[in-house]
T-cell receptor
Framework: AQSVTQLGSHVSVSEGALVLLRCNYS??????LFWYVQYPNQGLQLLLK??????LVKGINGFEAEFKKSETSFHLTKPSAHMSDAAEYFC????????????FGTGTSLTVIP | EPEVTQTPSHQVTQMGQEVILRCVPI?????FYWYRQILGQKVEFLVS????????KSEIFDDQFSVERPDGSNFTLKIRSTKLEDSAMYFC??????????????FGPGTRLTVL
């Protein structure tokens, strides 16, 4: 089964600073890769996904992520943090061949300091 | 914008009682899912449902759990005899299912189940 690791359960950044949230997956065959965001009392909302093609993908709210096969990583970045980015962020993967279930990381809680 | 809805938002029950968690997926979606998140832990897959039957299920989804799509809109998760360890946030999701595994899953806001 897939394993997804998100380093850092809590990340704090200053407003305007770079946001970097880390995600690594375990499989030797690159899966489909997703980042979701969860605001308080809301469901998970897709930020971006990688399925094929260009390895740098852009998502909503100025976020982007780069798939690096050699590092089995899909880190999420945003050049300049905004107060409204404070939320829980989840990395998820699904196998290309075996099914539709998503495997999630433990999540990273992002705090933005004014 | 279409969204997945879940009711209730919070359910409190006594150990051993049956609970039914309800979800209304996005209307033209084909795949339906239940996930759960125990406090402080990962979001874990429970089950997926397609064409009126279970297509995948995890080890967590034992005989105490069942899913049903009783009509054209609702998708339910039933826990027959709740245990303390069933306390968690339960998320419903749906997807269009065009390409296996690659489709965005749209998540509901979750139902927080507390078993006393």
């Amino acid at each position: 089964a897939q394993s997804v690791t998100q380093l850092g359960s809590h990340v704090s950044v200053s407003e305007g600073a770079l946001v970097l949230l880390r995600c690594n997956y375990s499989s030797s065959v690159p899966p489909y890769l997703f980042w979701y965001v969860q605001y308080p009392n809301q469901g998970l909302q897709l930020l971006l996904k990688y399925t094929t093609g260009a390895t740098l993908v852009k998502g909503i709210n100025g976020f982007e992520a780069e798939f690096k096969k050699s590092e089995t990583s899909f880190h999420l970045t945003k050049p300049s943090a905004h107060m409204s980015d404070a939320a829980e962020y989840f990395c998820a993967v699904s196998d290309r061949d075996t099914g539709n279930q998503f495997y999630f990381g433990t999540g990273t809680s992002l705090t933005v300091i004014p | 914008e279409p969204e997945v809805t879940q009711t209730p938002s919070h359910q409190v029950t006594q150990m051993g009682q049956e609970v039914i968690l309800r979800c209304v997926p996005i209307s033209n979606h084909l795949y339906f899912y239940w996930y759960r998140q125990i406090l402080g832990q990962k979001v874990e897959f429970l089950v997926s449902f397609y064409n009126n039957e279970i297509s995948e299920k995890s080890e967590i989804f034992d005989d105490q759990f069942s899913v049903e799509r009783p009509d054209g809109s609702n998708f339910t998760l039933k826990i027959r005899s709740t245990k303390l360890e069933d306390s968690a946030m339960y998320f419903c999701a749906s997807s269009g299912g065009r390409v296996r595994g690659s489709n965005e899953q749209f998540f509901g806001p979750g139902t927080r189940l507390t078993v006393l």
